[in-house]
């Protein structure tokens, strides 16, 4: 009997430990519950706080061992209204090609000379040869320049005219009775001239010798003149943004090369015997000019407009050597 009552008490305690433990669980899980329920979403918050980091420009999370991309650098091409360094220290607005609001704006690039830069007529160097005279007329010649108000002008013979290389050139010609006549080269002299003959118009001919003479000996050699103004640059009738003819008028020294920008860069032009540079297939025309003279000086000219048969003046000359 003792034995029965002892079981029973052990079944009872038995039973308050399931309930109290079941009790337990039951309490626990509602306090997990209540503490899940006003815990805020941590991935919603994570998206939140990305959104406005990217919205205040800052860059984008990488994943782990990349580092985040640069930013892009500026363009190195000025916007418009800005303003664009001149060779003399001053400064002017870069205007689009297609308009003529303001001059046009140039830099200027010194660069060390180099006699591979130029042709047959070379600094420094005196040639022998002789003068002969012709009827000059307005002034037009084979360079392409038109007619001009100086008729100190000069024809070079062909093989010194060297396809248009010696267009533009200034030679002080010196004769034997001490009389001397410094002349720009606008027109060629074909053959029979010969290598280092320079055929003068009436007027600069008649600095040297009386017209009537007709030919005498000279010596001569590259001048580089104080004040020859600024240079200007001209489109060829029918330019267009298809073909393009180039050509620099006015400047102190030789032209050795022109170049135009490109969307692939600089690009150099090749040269005519009437002294233009050709785009043939319209790259570069109305964008920015580079022209380089035999001593290696470089002028980056802006804002001319493609505009045939205008002569546009920039505000650069190359340096008076």
């Not at 079944?11 to 308050?16: E, L, V």
């Not at 980091?53 to 985040?68: C, Y």
């Not at 009827?135 to 360079?143: E, I």
């Not at 005219?161 to 410094?182: H, I, P």
Request: net charge positive.
């Amino acid at each position: 009997m003792q034995e029965t009552r002892q079981a029973a008490r052990q079944r009872r305690r038995r039973r308050g430990l399931m309930v109290g433990t079941t009790t337990g669980l039951v309490v626990t899980g509602l306090l997990v519950c209540l503490v899940m329920t006003m815990q805020p979403d941590g991935k919603k918050d994570a998206g939140r706080a990305t959104a406005v980091t990217d919205s205040q420009g800052s860059p984008p999370p990488t994943s782990p061992g990349k580092k985040p991309s640069s930013p892009p650098a500026p363009s190195a091409t000025p916007s418009a209204g800005a303003r664009t360094p001149t060779s003399a220290g001053a400064t002017s607005p870069t205007v689009s090609p297609t308009t003529s609001a303001a001059p046009p704006s140039a830099s200027t690039q010194r660069a060390p000379a180099t006699s591979s830069l130029a042709g047959r007529i070379r600094p420094k160097s005196t040639r022998k040869g002789v003068a002969t005279v012709y009827k000059a007329g307005v002034g037009d010649g084979a360079c392409s320049y038109g007619p001009s108000d100086d008729m100190m002008i000069a024809a070079m013979n062909t093989t010194d005219y060297e396809t248009s290389k010696a267009c533009g050139a200034y030679v002080l010609v010196r004769a034997a009775n001490g009389a001397s006549v410094t002349v720009r080269i606008t027109n060629e002299c074909p053959l029979p001239c010969a290598p280092g003959q320079l055929d003068l118009s009436e007027q600069a001919f008649a600095r040297l010798a009386p017209i009537s003479t007709g030919r005498i000996a000279i010596t001569w050699s590259l001048s580089s003149p104080e004040t020859p103004g600024t240079i200007s640059i001209r489109y060829k009738n029918g330019s267009s943004p298809y073909w393009c003819g180039i050509q620099a008028i006015g400047h102190r020294n030789p032209l050795a090369r022109l170049e135009v920008r490109t969307s692939g860069g600089w690009r150099q032009l090749a040269r005519t015997d009437y002294n233009y540079f050709l785009s043939p297939d319209g790259s570069g025309c109305g964008r920015a000019i580079r022209i380089t003279d035999i001593y290696g000086e470089r002028l980056t000219i802006n804002g001319i407009a493609l505009r045939p048969e205008a002569v546009q003046r920039t505000q650069v000359q190359f340096t008076h050597r």
